[in-house]
T-cell receptor, first 115, second 115 residues
Framework: GDSVTQMEGPVTLSEEAFLTINCTYT??????LFWYVQYPGEGLQLLLK?????DKGSNKGFEATYRKETTSFHLEKGSVQVSDSAVYFCALTGPYGGATNKLIFGTGTLLAVQP | DAGVTQSPTHLIKTRGQQVTLRCSPKSGHDTVSWYQQALGQGPQFIFQYYEEEERQRGNFPDRFSGHQFPNYSSELNVNALLLGDSALYLC??????????????FGEGSRLTVL
C-alpha cells in the first residue's frame, strides 16, 4: 500500500543553519504531497503542498519539490529560526477531485533550533 | 472564522470504559475525518464522514465508531477501551465532493489516557 518514509530525528541545528528533512514515498498513481507542522501543544497545520510532478510548494521560507523520478518531497529552508522548532510530517493523499482526502503520514521529524 | 474545534481537550478513562469525542468542522466544511496519533508517531486515519455517512475507514476495529450530524459536526466513539487506545485523537475537516482541494484543516486534538 501507499506509504511515506521520512528521516528520523531529532534534527538539531543552530539558528540560521540550512535545513533539509528527507521524505520519500510509495504510491500508486499520482498522489498529492504535503508537509504539515505541529508546534508544541498545537494541532497539525498545513505548511506547503504540491499536487503534480515538478511542482514546488513554498511557505514561510520553506520549500519542497515534487520529484516523481526519485519519489521524493524533501523539505528545505535556507535559514532556520528558533521559532521553527516543531515536528514536521510528510504526507500524501490521492489525486483530489472526488477523492476522500485520506492522508498517509510519515512518522514525523522533530526539529530543534538552538539560538 | 472559527477553525476546527474539538472537545474535550484532555480526558482520563479506565480500561473497559467507553469514550465519546466531539468535533465541529471549520465553517463551510462538510467533511470530517478522524485520526489517531500515538506518542512519537504520525497520525493514523480512522475514518471519514461525508453527508452523514462513513465514506472510508482505516485499519481500526469495530470498537471505533462515529457519527456525523446534519450540521456537519461529528463524534468519535470508542468502546471497551484498551491501554493501547491512549493517544491524541485529531479531527480534520475539509470540503467534499467536487469542491475537494485535497487540503485538511486539523483541530488541536483530544488527548485520551487509558489507565
Amino acid at each position: 500500500g501507499d506509504s511515506v518514509t521520512q528521516m528520523e530525528g531529532p534534527v538539531t541545528l543552530s539558528e540560521e543553519a540550512f535545513l533539509t528533512i528527507n521524505c520519500t514515498y510509495t504510491a500508486t498513481g499520482y498522489p498529492s504531497l504535503f508537509w504539515y507542522v505541529q508546534y508544541p501543544g498545537e494541532g497539525l497545520q498545513l505548511l506547503l503542498k504540491a499536487t503534480k510532478a515538478d511542482d514546488k510548494g513554498s511557505n514561510k521560507g520553506f520549500e519542497a519539490t515534487y520529484r516523481k523520478e526519485t519519489t521524493s518531497f524533501h523539505l528545505e529552508k535556507g535559514s532556520v529560526q528558533v521559532s521553527d522548532s516543531a515536528v514536521y510530517f510528510c504526507a500524501l493523499t490521492g489525486p483530489y477531485g472526488g477523492a476522500t482526502n485520506k492522508l498517509i503520514f510519515g512518522t514525523g521529524t522533530l526539529l530543534a533550533v538552538q539560538p | 472564522d472559527a477553525g476546527v474545534t474539538q472537545s474535550p481537550t484532555h480526558l482520563i478513562k479506565t480500561r473497559g470504559q467507553q469514550v465519546t469525542l466531539r468535533c465541529s468542522p471549520k465553517s463551510g466544511h462538510d467533511t470530517v475525518s478522524w485520526y489517531q496519533q500515538a506518542l512519537g508517531q504520525g497520525p493514523q486515519f480512522i475514518f471519514q464522514y461525508y453527508e452523514e455517512e462513513e465514506r472510508q475507514r482505516g485499519n481500526f476495529p469495530d470498537r471505533f465508531s462515529g457519527h456525523q450530524f446534519p450540521n456537519y459536526s461529528s463524534e468519535l466513539n470508542v468502546n471497551a477501551l484498551l491501554l493501547g487506545d491512549s493517544a491524541l485523537y485529531l479531527c480534520a475537516s475539509s470540503l467534499g465532493g467536487t469542491q475537494n482541494t485535497g487540503e485538511l484543516f486539523f483541530g488541536e486534538g483530544s488527548r485520551l489516557t487509558v489507565l
